[in-house]
T-cell receptor, first 113, second 119 residues
Framework: AQSVTQLDSHVSVSEGTPVLLRCNYS??????LFWYVQHPNKGLQLLLK??????LVKGINGFEAEFKKSETSFHLTKPSAHMSDAAEYFC???????????FGRGTQLTVWP | DTAVSQTPKYLVTQMGNDKSIKCEQN?????MYWYKQDSKKFLKIMFS???????INETVPNRFSPKSPDKAHLNLHINSLELGDSAVYFC??????????????????FGPGTRLTVL
C-alpha cells in the first residue's frame, strides 16, 4: 500500500534562510513522487516530480528534492526562502498505473521578513 | 487558456439540495479525477475516469455521482447535500507517460477548485 508522511505540519523560516520540508513514503511499487504547492485559496501547482531518471530533482522557483530509496525519503529543499514561498506544501506518491495519488497531510510554510 | 477549469468556483446551498460541479480540460489528457479537500486541507481522491470509463471509485457515498460525457469533461453531481459535504473539490487530469526503465508516471494537473458550502 502507498502512503506518505510529512514529518512537520508547520515550518517557519526567515527570508533568505534555507528551507527543508521532510517527507517519507511507503510504496509497493517503484514510486513516482511529487511535491505540489497550494497558495491560499488557490489550486495545486506541481513543484517537481521524481520518475526514476535522476535521484536529485530540480523544480520550479529554486526548489529541489532528493529521492533516497534506502531512507524512503523525498525531502524538499530550497537554499534561500522568499516571502512568496509561504504556502501549503504536499508530498505525494503515485499508485501507478491507475494514477491514484496519495497525499501527505501537508506542511504549512511560513516565511518571516 | 486555462488548462483545467471548474465551474462554479463557489457554491453555497442548503442541506437537501442537489448540485453539480463541472470540469473541463483542454490538455488532451485521457484521465480525469475528482478530489475532496477537507477543512484540515487533507486531499483524498474520490473518482477517476480513463477514456470515459470509471477506473477509481473510492469509498464515497452514492449521493455522489460522476459523469464523463467525453474525455475532456468530468462532472460531479451531488444529491441530498449534507453539512459534511462542505469542502473544496478539485478536478485534475493526466496522461500516463513512459519514464526511464519502463516505469510509467502520472503528472496530474489540477483545476482551481470549487468551494462548496452547505448551510
Amino acid at each position: 500500500a502507498q502512503s506518505v508522511t510529512q514529518l512537520d505540519s508547520h515550518v517557519s523560516v526567515s527570508e533568505g534562510t534555507p528551507v527543508l520540508l521532510r517527507c517519507n513514503y511507503s510504496s509497493s511499487y517503484s514510486p513516482s513522487l511529487f511535491w505540489y504547492v497550494q497558495h491560499p485559496n488557490k489550486g495545486l501547482q506541481l513543484l517537481l516530480k521524481y520518475t526514476s531518471a535522476a535521484t536529485l530533482v530540480k523544480g520550479i522557483n529554486g526548489f529541489e528534492a532528493e529521492f533516497k530509496k534506502s531512507e524512503t525519503s523525498f525531502h524538499l529543499t530550497k537554499p534561500s526562502a522568499h516571502m512568496s514561498d509561504a504556502a501549503e506544501y504536499f508530498c505525494v506518491v503515485s499508485d501507478t498505473p491507475l494514477g491514484r495519488l496519495y497525499f501527505g497531510r501537508g506542511t504549512q510554510l511560513t516565511v518571516w521578513p | 487558456d486555462t488548462a483545467v477549469s471548474q465551474t462554479p468556483k463557489y457554491l453555497v446551498t442548503q442541506m437537501g439540495n442537489d448540485k453539480s460541479i463541472k470540469c473541463e480540460q483542454n490538455l488532451g489528457h485521457d484521465t480525469m479525477y475528482w478530489y475532496k479537500q477537507d477543512s484540515k486541507k487533507f486531499l483524498k481522491i474520490m473518482f477517476s475516469y480513463n477514456n470515459k470509463e470509471l477506473i477509481i471509485n473510492e469509498t464515497v457515498p452514492n449521493r455522489f455521482s460522476p459523469k464523463s460525457p467525453d474525455k475532456a469533461h468530468l462532472n460531479l453531481h451531488i444529491n441530498s447535500l449534507e453539512l459534511g459535504d462542505s469542502a473544496v473539490y478539485f478536478c485534475a487530469s493526466s496522461q500516463v507517460l513512459g519514464g526511464a526503465g519502463g516505469i510509467t508516471y502520472n503528472e496530474q494537473f489540477f483545476g482551481p477548485g470549487t468551494r462548496l458550502t452547505v448551510l
